[in-house]
């Protein structure tokens, strides 16, 4: 039941926002130690933007030197060139995140809602609720983008706490 | 009509096997360094077969210092989930490439075959003889996994000797 110190990083992956939170495991306790969007500009050429992704994504690993990522899993949505353009997405952020040598690990939305609030499918408000709750995010800076992010990172932090 | 000397990266995208081709631009000639497969395996975890696709490729980059990644385009298939896996291989590679400096290229199946064959309906062989024909690789390497990355990596020379 006691987990090894670590830092997570939580993603939600996307092309036009990529929602993050860096948060530190230490004595079982779980500390979300930043979190917010990497927001891209849809006029901008996807490489321009894929470009501005990878550098933010490793800054952000530069400055917090997070060993795992918690990602979340990609469901095909109707829209096949969007679901395909955010498994793009999501692959970007995997292959920056193995050349810096993070461990990858995925959750589906399913998996997430039921580690943070019980219920499988719980909607939006109901994540956000139990999160706030459990993790006393006092903070100005809006929950909503990164909201996913959070939820992801938590739920490998209790994942981790069961084995 | 003149090209400055670059080195290219040409992928042919997958999570099972990636093709790669290196390729050198010196006056205007195109000529062929290396390329061969990285084959993973089936037993894996995805993670781990995503790990070797990174490591592999992080190789290739540092042995030869490409400057330009050119990659194919990942069709929509039938087979969602294939589609999807294909796509995320395709983003890591990407992701791999942009955190090692390189700028992206990328070419959908229909105007690598026009470019190399001046047919973009050509077939695999037509392809395959006229790349062997223009870049005269006499090797006992076999071509076949790599024929695309190679047909890839050359459509980005002839694309870039238009402009």
């Known amino acids: 039941m006691h987990n090894t110190p670590c830092t997570i990083l939580g993603i939600d992956p996307g092309y036009d926002r990529v929602g993050y939170c860096v948060a530190s ?11 917010g969007t990497i927001q891209t500009d849809k006029k901008q050429d996807l490489s321009v933007r894929y470009q ?33 353009r955010v ?20 959750y589906n939305p399913r998996e997430i809602k039921l580690s943070v609030t019980g219920n499988g499918n719980a909607d939006k408000q109901a994540v956000a609720k139990m ?12 929950l909503d983008d990164a909201l996913d992010a959070i939820a992801t990172a938590y739920t490998h932090f209790l994942n981790l706490r069961i084995k």
């Open 25 to 35: 495991v230490l004595s079982s306790q779980f500390s979300v130690l930043n979190y």
């Open 52 to 84: 501005q992704i990878v550098t933010e994504l490793t800054a952000l690993i530069k400055e917090f030197k997070p060993t795992q990522l918690a990602i979340e899993t990609v469901l095909f949505s109707v829209n096949k060139k969007t679901a395909m």
């Open 87 to 106: 498994a793009e997405a999501k692959g970007i952020i995997t292959g920056v995140c193995l050349s810096q040598g993070l461990q990858i690990y995925e």
């Open 131 to 142: 999160l706030n709750l459990e993790l006393k995010l006092n903070s100005n800076k809006e």
